[in-house]
């Protein structure tokens, strides 16, 4: 997490630091600041149970502010994916957060993108989720299927199917250069896209609570939020790891699917040479970025949020 400088608010640096969202905090803040360990719920809807875990676990941890994770599940769904027994002992149904308050929410994608939204089993469990987010959570950061979920729910936003899988490390570009969520970023940045189908970009883009702070022609939108950085939709997979493409590719070529190399992911494009990491320089800054936008904003007591 990236820490503030403290400085007099009089100096004349401080409003045009704060107007390029550059993370200062006058002495007269610093010196009333409360300090409380973030609660940050994650619904875990992702077929890599364990390795989801620790991509979010190990992007999470890097800061100096105490991180308390709750693992929540969708008791409408039965998994095949975690092993026996380890969703009962480290989750909670989702039912059971109804009562509480969480400073932060991480919905992950899911392997359901080709379905209508309705015909997911959990598909109501999750609704009642995200309408519960609305009032007791500060941020919601919304990842792929989770971001289109999210869209539709909220704004009616439909999905439509791509053409073919976008699928690769893809360059992306910062269009709200003095967004919290882009401290320190550079004006273009890679990350991982893996998805058959895609929100509709004209829909976000005429829907006045939306705003989009990355896009590309190629990628479409990337990031977009409402409700001043409450609401975070992000399409692709900043959290993943240096296998989990390859992982995915050589999964699908095992099961006969039609697949094709993941773009600008292995050098040269050949499958047989170790992937080469290019984003996660970029995807630790976007986490760390998002828990001080969380820690910095949410009330220090959750009763009023």
Sequence with gaps: ?????????????YNAL?????????????????????????????????DTEMQLLRLLSNSPIQVDITFLRMAS????????????????????I??????????????VETLNFEEVDYWEELRAVLDYSGRNVWSTLHICWGAQAGLYHRYGIPKRELPQ???????????ERFTTLFRGFDDEFLAPQSRHTESDHDAITATSALTV????????????????GREIYVTGHL??????????????????????VPRNYYPDDDPSS????????????????????????TPFDLADL
């Design 1 to 13: 997490m990236l820490m503030p400088i403290k400085i007099p608010s009089t100096l004349p640096a």
């Design 18 to 50: 704060r107007a390029e969202n550059v993370f200062v905090m006058s002495y007269e803040r610093a010196c009333h600041q409360d300090i409380r360990p973030l609660k940050v719920a994650i619904v875990n809807l992702m077929p890599t149970t364990l």
């Design 77 to 96: 769904h039965e998994s095949r994916n975690a092993p026996p027994g380890h969703l009962e002992r480290f989750y909670i149904r989702s039912e059971q």
């Design 98 to 111: 109804m009562d509480r308050r969480f400073d932060g929410l991480i919905i992950t994608g899911a392997p």
């Design 165 to 175: 899988k976008l699928f690769g490390i893809f360059p992306h570009t910062v269009k």
């Design 213 to 228: 702070v990355s896009a590309t022609e190629e990628v479409g939108v990337f990031i977009a939020t409402a409700r001043d």
């Design 239 to 260: 959290e993943y790891d240096s296998l989990t493409l390859d992982r995915e590719y050589r999964r699908d070529l095992g099961k006969g699917l039609p697949i094709a």
């Design 274 to 297: 170790p992937p080469l990491v290019r984003w996660r320089a970029h995807a630790h800054l976007f986490f760390s970025n998002w828990l001080n936008y969380v820690y910095q904003e």
